[in-house]
């Protein structure tokens, strides 16, 4: 037993093989004597019991929640994940222009991007982003890929449902495009022709590992669902 | 140079234990108050038995919680104060498993020895100058030996259950709580030595004049200090809990008991726990002595007013605390560890302190008049 004294650790240079490097000199281990050793351990063991008697006495440390009763108080710690979320500006138009990097970051496929083309624009934009809730496992590796800031990790954890097809849900609020194009343009009612509504349970949803349009199945080739549903049996 | 002293309380606190009220029934002819005597100390017992075990248990959980930042049993009751009820009740209505393989009688029995080595030392206890079932001449060695009889239950119940956990756990309990034992006896006996008796009453009644933690000149507070390691070591827990450690064995040498049998040896463990503080108290803490400074005064008039079975069972948590306190900070250690602390650390210092202890007692080195009634 003994402990290495990184306080006295010197930084110089030496020469290695005509190279001159800098090199850090760690002091030797050092054995500690018994009294030493005695001491040492004496004072972790009152120290641990000091920090430990200051938990006990201070109650405003306790982290436990009693849930259902301070269901309205709740706080969440910053990064706390519990549900995959759109974010919406103020108008309640989103930032995910479909460019499918959260799909490809998805570990185990729980993400599943349908685009389109634009009818007005033109040009490529989403359509319907499906998350499946009963494969997600909350790794947040979406929101990182995320280039536009379009996802978040929100702290809803109520999400028990009676049925499984109940845990995929459309995330966006309507197919179309971002909130940047949507702003462009002047007119509310052209703005509206652009953008088709949608809700939550509104797409087609599986169940126990039957394909269903535009849902692949868990383990099911990726071709079998596609865009608009053609591509799958129904 | 001053003291902290006791001031003289025995004319206050006449000693009659309830052995002795029920021989003098039965010598007074008064068989029916003599059988009252007796039955109301079996009963006492038992009711001291199930209260202890059931607020122990709740304390230890509480107080478990807050160490680490828990709040612990919240529902059942006011702050879950009934929870250790519920758990009882729901331990009484269990199915009572035996393993097919087990040897039969011996896995029945040995809970039972378990508890009734707790059981008994109850018994000698003095709780205050009134409270005791009896108070035994050899009091210090009939705690000593009992409390080394529990193990043979441990063993028991380890090697009967024919589990490799079991009976890993009950040859390390063997191992731990015969070594410990060795410590925790040579600091037992330097209180012996200061009082020149080995009646715990006459113990407690010796520490009028000072309690022989600081009365004894440091030799006191050593033994005591080894006393609480050596006795956290013989009740099985944290950070000496290797018998039963959870992460290694399972549960150690109950894994394969169930229901009330199971019950039975984490009664005994928590009894056990308020066995060996209030042993720690009666020898070095003045037992059920009120606390004085010098003599005289407002001060110790006050602590004298308190009821001296307070006082004992003030102290007695105070050093369940301390236990459940080391508990919950500690790490477990590893069988070499626990066998290096024991025979190369705290036996060495134990024969010095006797031998100390001895040359203080014999040459009369300390200052204050030892006390004998």
């Not at chain 1, 197919?175 to 022709?193: D, F, H, Y």
């Not at chain 2, 463990?269 to 059920?288: C, D, K």
Request: glycine share 8%.
């Amino acid at each position: 037993m003994g402990r290495v004294d990184f306080s006295d650790v010197k930084h110089e240079t030496r020469a290695f093989a005509g190279v001159t490097v800098p090199v850090s000199v760690v002091p030797r281990f050092k054995r500690q004597t018994y009294p030493t050793r005695f001491l040492f351990s004496l004072k972790s063991l009152i120290d641990g019991m000091r920090l430990t008697f200051g938990y006990l006495v201070r109650p405003s440390k306790v982290v436990t929640r009693q849930y259902p009763e301070n269901r309205a108080t709740l706080k969440f710690p910053e990064r706390y994940r519990a549900s995959l979320k759109f974010k919406f500006d103020e108008n309640g138009y989103q930032h995910c222009n479909g460019c499918g990097s959260c799909e490809r970051a998805c570990p185990n496929g729980s993400i599943i991007l349908n685009t389109r083309k634009g009818e007005i624009t033109g040009r490529n934009e989403i359509e319907r982003y499906i998350w499946r809730m009963d494969s997600c496992v909350l790794c947040n590796a979406c929101v990182e890929a995320c280039a536009f800031g379009a996802l978040e990790m929100s702290h809803e954890f109520e999400n028990a449902v009676y049925d499984r097809r109940l845990l995929v849900y459309t995330l966006n609020r309507y197919a179309g495009p971002t909130a940047n194009v949507l702003l462009k343009e002047e007119n509310l009612e052209a703005r509206a022709a652009m953008m088709t509504k949608l809700d939550t349970y509104g797409g087609p949803v599986p169940m126990n590992g039957h394909a269903l349009p535009t849902v692949r199945a868990l383990g099911s080739p990726r071709d079998e669902a596609k865009p608009d549903g053609k591509g799958a049996a129904s | 140079m001053t003291y902290l002293t006791l001031a003289a309380t025995q004319g206050a606190f006449k000693t009659v234990t309830v052995s002795e009220r029920t021989a003098q029934a039965f010598a007074d002819g008064s068989w029916i108050l003599a059988l009252v005597y007796i039955l109301a100390a079996v009963g006492a017992l038992g009711a001291l038995v199930t209260v202890v075990g059931l607020v122990l248990i709740y304390a230890e959980r509480k107080i478990a919680a807050h160490f680490q930042c828990r709040l612990g049993p919240m529902r059942v009751g006011w702050h879950g104060i009934l929870q250790t009820v519920a758990d009882a009740i729901k331990l009484l209505l269990k199915e009572d498993v035996i393993p097919e393989r087990a040897d039969k009688a011996m896995h029945l029995l040995a809970p039972f020895l378990s508890m009734m080595a707790t059981v008994m030392i109850l018994g000698v206890l003095p709780y205050s100058p009134i409270l005791q079932i009896v108070d035994l001449n050899i009091g210090v060695l009939y705690v000593t030996a009992i409390s080394g009889f529990g193990v043979m239950g441990i063993l028991l119940g380890g090697w009967s259950s024919n589990n490799k956990w079991s009976m890993v756990g009950a040859m390390r309990a063997g191992a731990q709580i015969i070594s410990y034992e060795i410590s925790a006896t040579l600091a037992l006996l330097v209180v012996v030595l200061f009082s020149g008796s080995m009646s715990l009453a006459e113990i407690v009644q010796s520490q009028d004049a000072g309690w022989w933690v600081w009365r004894a000149h440091g030799v006191g507070l050593v033994a005591f200090i080894i006393f609480v390691i050596a006795v956290t070591a013989e009740i099985n827990r944290t950070p000496f809990d290797i018998p039963e450690g959870e992460s290694e064995l399972a549960a150690g040498f109950h894994t394969e008991y169930s229901g009330l049998r199971f019950s039975f040896f984490f009664l005994a463990e928590f009894i056990n726990m308020f066995v060996v503080s209030a042993m720690a108290i009666t020898l070095f803490l003045g037992g059920w002595m009120p606390f004085h400074i010098g003599t005289g005064g407002a001060f110790n008039g006050a602590m004298d007013l308190i009821p001296p079975v307070l006082w004992f069972f003030g102290k007695t948590s105070a050093v369940v605390f301390l236990i459940m306190w080391f508990r919950w900070t500690f790490p477990r250690l590893r069988v070499d560890q626990l066998m290096y602390l024991e025979w190369k650390v705290l036996l060495p210092i134990g024969f010095v302190n006797l031998f100390a202890a001895a040359v203080v007692v014999l040459y009369n080195l300390y200052p204050f008049p030892i006390i004998v009634p």
